[in-house]
């Protein structure tokens, strides 16, 4: 088609109409005239897009579940991973040493040398667990409390937990540490307790790109679920949108509903990706808490906040929108009146 | 009000549907575009409507080169212009009402103001009882009305008919023509493209005749075919 695009925007208004009928057939009022049929425009479409689709509630609700399940799961592990990171984030605060002492130290001994080692630089407090206290702690935590009590002795050692100032984390700086509290003559065996938190914590960061890869698959996913959706309804509603274009519309006007429409499917599988996250996170709730006893914890899991949930249904709405406008640019194109 | 100068129209293929043709239709006139089947009347339609561009030539509707609109600006032209097509274009999922709205709701008007429209537009076609019926449930000649009221629902300065009474029996088609000539005498100017020789002779009016894609010259109005 040729297309001469030179003064396209202004050739209207500069030309006029010369048989004065302008203002009635054009529909072109003044701004404020303009303005009202825009949000006309729209709350027409945003409502007819909604009663359309839940005239055919068996198709739309196929495509809803299947954004939904897509949506859910990204949600899902997401939820999980924030509960988890909840969980360890107490033992965050910073490397420890355990200095086992040797059982011939007695707790004065300890006591001073846990005030001697206060003063040590690097070091931020110190908490003394003494055998009796060990012992407990053991018997509490273990299970195995039974078999304590077939011993005679404590088998236990006392044991002064270092906490290192958090400033503290050049590793070299700690090993050194590590072997003056190792070389004192009542210490046992020293441990850096802290190395399989660190581990953890970079499993977890693994695990956080892992999701966010798959949120970003299956947000893929969803574009083309919904693409595909507005591509088989603008090819079953090709008739209407020829006879639209030959009397007047505009390809915004055409377009509009097929976006309202995508829109509608993204946050309809928001919401259903919001339920069904809320559902498992019930189901897992009881589990979770009877494990969470056995640890002697109080536990519970969390569920979607509200920013995290508001995430959720707009980027659903923002996928869908997005979706249906890759279709409508693909395809709306190809239909012209002949 | 349509001035064509020396217009030519060729299909991919080679096929020449209008070759150098040239009038002029002055606003307020009604007129006959005839020639047999494929002698070039719908393309010349469809250069009005700019559903095709011409090969050579100017077009000029109400003062507008069409040559000069761009893609974004077809809608807003064809707004000025109601085309009333022989197989109607009816939406048959819509009632009769929303169908006649469409050209109000595409250009934006307020409920109130396109109820009064339609309705006033259906009573000029005689089908004000039923509005609330579907197309399938009319008769050919009623759907045909339904195409015209959609067609002037804008208040256009131009209609546009191709081949209007193509599926009409005669008593059916002199209402539709009847129905053009008030509109004209309103004011409206009417370009009909048919070969209906019948309705042609009685209607009176400026004749343009088409063959093979040329214009061979006009039958003036008040002499009819000879």
Sequence with gaps: MSDPRMNRHKTRREQGDPAGRSGATTGRGGASASLGNFFTLHAQALIATLGQLSRRPFSTSMTVAVIGIALALPAGLYVLLNNAERMISGWEGGNQISLFLKTGVNESRAQQLAEALRRQPGIASIDYISRDNALDEFRRLSGFGDALDALNDNPLPSVLVVHLKKDMTDPALIEQLLGKLRNRPEVDIAQLDMQWVKRLFALMAMVQRGVLVLASLLGLAVLLVVGNTIRLAIQSRRDEIVITKLIGATDAFIRRPFLYSGAWYGLGGGILALLLVQFSLYVLQQPVHNLALLYNSSFALYGLDIVTAAVLLGSGALLGLFGSWLAVGRHLKDIEPN | ?226
Excluded at chain 2, 104 to 121: D, F, N, P
Excluded at chain 2, 210 to 223: S, V
Aim: aromatic fraction near 6%.
């Design chain 2, 1 to 226: 009000m349509i001035r064509f100068t020396n217009v030519s129209k060729r299909y991919e293929g080679g096929f020449e549907a209008l070759n150098d043709v040239s009038f002029h239709l002055t606003p307020g006139e009604i007129a006959f575009v005839t020639g047999h089947s494929g002698a070039g009347k719908s393309t010349l339609m469809k250069l009005i409507a700019l559903i095709e561009r011409p090969t050579n030539g100017q077009v000029i509707v109400n003062g507008q080169n069409l040559a000069k609109l761009g893609r974004r600006a077809i809608p807003f032209h064809r707004r000025n212009i109601g085309v009333i097509f022989q197989d109607h274009q009816l939406l048959f999922d819509r009632t009769v009402f929303d169908n006649v709205a469409l050209p109000l709701v595409i250009a934006g008007y307020g409920q109130a103001e396109t109820a009064k429209r339609v309705r006033a537009a259906l009573d000029k076609v005689g089908l004000l009882s039923k509005e609330k019926a579907y197309p399938i449930s009319l008769s050919g000649g009623e759907q045909q009305r339904v195409g015209i009221a959609r067609a002037v629902v804008n208040r256009p300065a131009l209609l546009l008919a191709d081949e209007p009474t193509g599926n009409l029996d005669p008593e059916m088609s002199w209402e539709v023509m009847k129905i053009f000539r008030e509109f004209n005498e309103v004011g409206v100017t009417v370009l009909i493209a048919s070969h209906n020789i019948e309705i042609i002779r009685r209607m009176q009016c400026r004749v343009l005749r088409l063959d093979h894609g040329r214009y061979i010259g006009e039958i003036p109005a008040a002499r009819g075919l000879a």
